[in-house]
Each structure stands twice: as C-alpha cells, then as structure tokens.
C-alpha cells in the first residue's frame, strides 16, 4: 500500500444503513451505489465517469463519478440523489450476527 493511501477511510451517505454514495477524501474521489445496471452504465457512459474504488479491487455497483462535476454540485446531487433512491428501493440490511462467548 502507498504511503497516504487508505482505503477504508470514507464518508458514507447511508439509507436504511446502506451506503447510497461515498467520498474518499484522500483520492479526492466521490462514487455513487448504483444497483440498477441501466442507470450504472448510463453514468458510466459520460467521460470521466468509471470505476470507483482502488484500482487494483474497484468496488461492484458503484461508479466514481467524473472529476469535472466537482465544480458542479447539482449534477453531484442529481446523481447522488438517484443513488439515494436506488438504495432506499434495496432489501434491508440483515442484522450481524454476534457469536456466543
């Protein structure tokens, strides 16, 4: 791993306890949870749009949104919005199970 580099390290937007949309502040990244293979390959479709998540283990469902959008926060909520309501559509989250001590 490079020096700086954390993989783990987000900020969650979270529906139903579900991750709908994470920034990665460290790669300056923001990325988008989208079920919905239509609309993931929409987004996909527009130049810069790709993979989210470290490049050696990009993360399923969810696209990085492009870096121009950065000077464009309605189009960062638009798209974080239909993620949101994509998210919100999925099954719960099942509950952790603890072990017995």
Known sequence: ??????????EDVRVNDLVG??????RAEIGVRLPDAAVRDELLAIDGAGPYGPPERPMGGYVAMPEAWKSEPDRLREW?????????????KAPRSTAAK
């Open 21 to 26: 949309a994470r920034v990665r502040e460290h």
């Open 80 to 92: 974080i919005g239909v993620a949101l309501d994509q998210v919100r559509r999925m099954p719960p």
């Open 1 to 10: 791993m490079r020096d700086g580099d954390r993989p783990f390290e987000a």
